[in-house]
């Protein structure tokens, strides 16, 4: 059973930067794919960067591109995923979630991911 932890949300001024982690465990051996998505009061989910582990290829929401750098690295059976956030702006406050699929389970690079964290709060003022 694959299960997500998000850390490291919290409060930044505009301009500055914060950096998200995501441990995934319960992983089989099969390739996958980490993303991270965000939710901004009163609007829908929409995923911001992605990742997959076989590839190496990273895809980025044109809104977050040159600011935004989603990365990988494993540890024995554990997986990190890591959103380094740089010149942050208000528009970037909302939930942020660690997600993740198998590579088997295709769709665009946002879509068909199956398992969530539990989402982390990013504030930028």
């Known amino acids: 059973h694959v299960q997500l932890v998000e850390s490291g949300g919290g409060s930044a001024r505009t301009g500055g930067s914060l950096r998200l982690s995501c441990v995934a465990s319960?992983?089989?051996?099969?390739?996958?794919?980490m993303a991270w998505f965000r939710q901004a009061p009163g609007k829908e989910r929409e995923a911001v960067a992605s990742?997959?582990?076989?590839?190496?290829?990273?895809?980025?929401d044109d809104s977050v591109k040159d600011r935004f750098t989603i990365t990988i690295s494993q540890d024995g059976a554990k997986i990190m995923s890591y959103l380094q956030m740089n010149n942050l702006n208000s528009e970037d406050t909302g939930v942020y979630y660690c997600?993740?699929?198998?590579?088997?389970?295709?769709?665009?690079?946002?879509?068909?991911?199956?398992?969530w964290g539990q989402g982390t709060q990013v504030t930028v003022s």
């Open positions: 997600a993740a699929k198998y590579a088997w389970a295709g769709g665009a690079w946002y879509e068909r991911f199956n398992f």
């Open positions: 319960g992983f089989t051996r099969s390739s996958y794919c």
């Open positions: 990742i997959c582990e076989r590839s190496g290829r990273t895809n980025y």
